[in-house]
């Protein structure tokens, strides 16, 4: 998920977390039932901020359904949310009608949970084709039962400071930065050097090494597990490349040598420590946020060297639910295309349906603070073409240990690349037990 889902800042804000599923609903009661009007209680029970209660969604559903009343609870970390998810999963109890999942986290729950959650391919109204085939096979059980159905996605691309690449002496204009990396992650490394042979005084060509690490795992098909569910990823080709890569970075000072999602790396943004971040479509609200007004105009974005995505989220409907046939009416709703379209317009998540990339208000997204850059055409083509990636029970303990014990340390403490690969190999294994 960023590659990481405790990195999602829109999912993992520094709030207190509630200590139950079931905890601070946003309005009304914390159970399905009846109200004392008679309507039908229907529970969401989210991590972080999905938006939907923000953007309206919820009100625009019960003035169309007037017997149904929604609530919402949230907690505000997934690494708090999950683990009590699986827990009420298993023991068919303490479930909201509707669950949301990450997407790190949807091959474990597919994969483990499927018997207890509803098959939401066939529900009315939801159709396959509207939605893109890698996120849909995501939460799609071997022998097609569709479970979740996708929210938001984060296709990448790359944000990139014009001022910093005028004065290093590359090109500025978003087509032809994409050029100079198009279809190669190596072209990026390439161009990181270029930039270090004239980087502005006290400016790096990107944040972290773990950062690329992330970016450039997310663009294959085949990294940490095998069709059959082997863990693979000490083999993998493309986990070799992107370590060997990442490494580069980190071993010849391309990298303001920064650990994502921290204050050093907020202020970074603040101070134009560094000239180019992998970003997701969430990203660019983040942006806005840390690098203030003034990076306004200064900040771009062009298309990454290959698709890829980080982040992103599902809606399940468990079993054990006593308002099923509502609650599956419900998720779909909120996951239609033009719910979606509305979220991104509102909020700027991005459409996990492709029926909603060609609704004006995704095709025709423009962003002010990039240069008015042309948002929405530039994340829908790096969205169609995200690989269908073998997912894994434990992506996530896999990615995190591989950055955070091994790259982490080769960025920030100068290890060899091999003494960090071996400290995450031994981590991982552990974790994994293998």
Same mark, same amino acid.
């Given at each position: 998920?960023?590659?990481?889902?405790?990195?999602?800042?829109?999912? #993992?804000?520094?709030?207190?977390?509630?200590?139950?599923?079931?905890? /601070? !609903?946003?309005?009304?009661?914390?159970?399905?039932?009846?109200?004392?009007?008679?309507?039908?209680?229907?529970?969401?029970?989210?991590?972080?901020? +999905?938006?939907?209660?923000?953007?309206?969604?919820?009100?625009?559903?019960?003035?169309?359904?007037?017997?149904?009343?929604?609530?919402?609870?949230?907690?505000?970390?997934?690494?708090?949310?999950?683990?009590?998810?699986?827990?009420?999963?298993? *023991?068919? *109890?303490?479930?909201?009608?509707?669950?949301?999942?990450?997407?790190?986290?949807?091959?474990?729950?597919?994969?483990?949970?499927?018997?207890?959650?509803?098959?939401?391919?066939?529900?009315?109204?939801?159709?396959?084709?509207? +939605?893109?085939?890698?996120?849909?096979?995501?939460?799609?059980?071997?022998?097609?039962?569709?479970?979740?159905?996708?929210?938001?996605?984060?296709?990448?691309?790359?944000?990139?400071?014009?001022?910093? +690449?005028?004065?290093?002496?590359?090109?500025?204009?978003?087509?032809?930065?994409?050029?100079?990396?198009?279809?190669?992650?190596?072209?990026?490394?390439?161009?990181?050097?270029?930039?270090?042979?004239?980087?502005?005084?006290?400016?790096?060509?990107?944040?972290?090494? *773990?950062?690329?690490?992330?970016? /450039?795992?997310?663009?294959?098909?085949?990294?940490?597990?095998?069709?059959?569910?082997?863990?693979?990823?000490?083999?993998?080709?493309?986990?070799?490349?992107?370590?060997?890569?990442?490494?580069?970075?980190?071993?010849?000072?391309?990298?303001?040598?920064?650990?994502?999602?921290?204050?050093?790396?907020?202020?970074?943004?603040?101070?134009?420590?560094?000239?180019?971040? *992998?970003?997701?479509?969430?990203?660019?609200?983040?942006?806005?946020?840390?690098?203030?007004?003034?990076?306004?105009?200064?900040?771009? /974005?062009?298309?990454?060297?290959? !698709?890829?995505?980080?982040?992103?989220?599902?809606?399940?409907?468990?079993?054990?639910?006593?308002?099923? #046939?509502?609650?599956?009416?419900?998720?779909?709703?909120?996951?239609? !295309?033009?719910?979606?379209?509305?979220? +991104?317009?509102?909020?700027?998540?991005?459409?996990?349906?492709?029926?909603?990339?060609?609704?004006?208000?995704?095709?025709?997204?423009?962003? !002010?603070?990039?240069?008015?850059?042309?948002?929405?055409?530039?994340?829908?083509?790096?969205?169609?073409?995200?690989?269908?990636?073998?997912?894994?029970?434990?992506?996530?303990?896999?990615?995190?240990?591989?950055?955070?014990?091994?790259?982490?340390?080769?960025?920030?403490?100068?290890?060899?690349?091999?003494?960090?690969?071996?400290?995450?190999?031994?981590?991982?294994?552990?974790?994994?037990?293998?």
């Amino acid at each position: 998920m960023r590659g990481f889902a405790r990195r999602f800042p829109r999912r #993992a804000l520094p709030l207190a977390a509630a200590v139950v599923l079931g905890a /601070v !609903p946003a309005a009304g009661c914390g159970r399905s039932g009846d109200d004392p009007a008679g309507r039908t209680v229907l529970t969401v029970g989210l991590f972080g901020s +999905f938006g939907y209660e923000e953007a309206g969604l919820y009100d625009a559903y019960m003035r169309l359904h007037q017997d149904v009343v929604i609530t919402q609870t949230s907690i505000q970390r997934n690494e708090n949310y999950y683990p009590q998810l699986l827990t009420h999963l298993v *023991s068919d *109890s303490g479930l909201a009608d509707v669950q949301a999942v990450e997407a790190i986290n949807i091959a474990e729950v597919t994969a483990t949970q499927a018997d207890r959650l509803v098959d939401l391919g066939r529900a009315p109204g939801v159709r396959r084709a509207d +939605f893109l085939p890698w996120k849909w096979a995501q939460a799609t059980t071997r022998d097609g039962r569709t479970v979740g159905l996708g929210t938001d996605i984060g296709p990448q691309a790359v944000c990139y400071r014009k001022d910093l +690449f005028a004065r290093a002496g590359l090109p500025t204009g978003r087509d032809a930065v994409g050029r100079l990396w198009a279809g190669d992650w190596r072209a990026y490394l390439e161009t990181g050097r270029r930039y270090r042979d004239r980087a502005p005084a006290g400016t790096s060509f990107t944040d972290s090494a *773990s950062g690329v690490l992330s970016a /450039v795992t997310g663009s294959s098909a085949r990294r940490f597990y095998d069709e059959d569910g082997t863990v693979v990823y000490k083999t993998s080709p493309a986990v070799r490349e992107a370590w060997d890569i990442a490494a580069a970075f980190a071993t010849e000072g391309l990298t303001a040598r920064l650990q994502q999602f921290t204050p050093a790396w907020d202020q970074a943004f603040a101070n134009g420590t560094f000239a180019t971040v *992998s970003c997701p479509a969430w990203m660019l609200g983040y942006i806005e946020d840390k690098a203030g007004p003034a990076g306004e105009d200064l900040w771009d /974005v062009a298309a990454a060297p290959r !698709p890829a995505n980080w982040g992103g989220s599902f809606l399940v409907v468990p079993k054990s639910g006593k308002r099923r #046939a509502q609650a599956v009416r419900l998720a779909a709703w909120l996951t239609a !295309p033009a719910q979606q379209a509305t979220l +991104f317009r509102r909020r700027g998540s991005f459409p996990s349906a492709s029926a909603a990339h060609a609704l004006p208000a995704v095709a025709g997204a423009r962003h !002010p603070y990039f240069g008015d850059a042309p948002t929405g055409r530039i994340y829908t083509r790096a969205a169609r073409g995200v690989p269908v990636t073998v997912l894994g029970p434990k992506d996530l303990v896999i990615a995190q240990n591989l950055a955070d014990i091994g790259m982490l340390q080769v960025d920030q403490k100068g290890r060899r690349p091999e003494d960090g690969w071996d400290a995450a190999v031994r981590t991982i294994d552990n974790a994994l037990d293998l």
